[in-house]
Nanobody, 120 residues
């Protein structure tokens, strides 16, 4: 069993910053890629950022230059530093991780989400 728990969401004014964390726990053999998605009310879940096992990163165009994804392999944790936040960044942020379990099965796991609200 593998679980992902997000934290760090909250309410912030436009132009402000938040730092999200996502900790992975459970029967982990290794963690490959880790990423962040977000979902605004009434909309689909969209890709935000991804970090590979070698620390290469990918970002959605809408967040490039403002968000930074990073990971701490020793803590099995991925972070999302969000700067210059805009109201359109509002939504529930979910982390995901491609995990190889101790049973040597590679599976994508999702967290339950953390709310980010950016006011005008």
């Amino acid at each position: 069993q593998v679980q992902l728990v997000e934290s760090g969401g909250g309410l912030v004014q436009a132009g402000g910053s938040l730092r999200l964390s996502c900790a992975v726990s459970g029967s982990i053999f290794s963690i490959n890629t880790m990423g962040w998605y977000r979902q605004a009310p009434g909309k689909q879940r969209d890709f935000v950022a991804r970090i590979l096992s070698g620390d290469s990163t990918n970002y959605a165009d809408s967040v490039k230059g403002r968000f930074t994804i990073s990971r701490d392999n020793a803590k099995n944790t991925v972070y999302l530093q969000m700067n210059s936040l805009k109201p359109e960044d509002t939504g529930v942020y979910y982390c995901d991780a491609v995990v190889t379990t101790t049973a040597r099965v590679q599976t994508v796991y999702w967290g339950q989400g953390t709310q980010v609200t950016v006011s005008s």
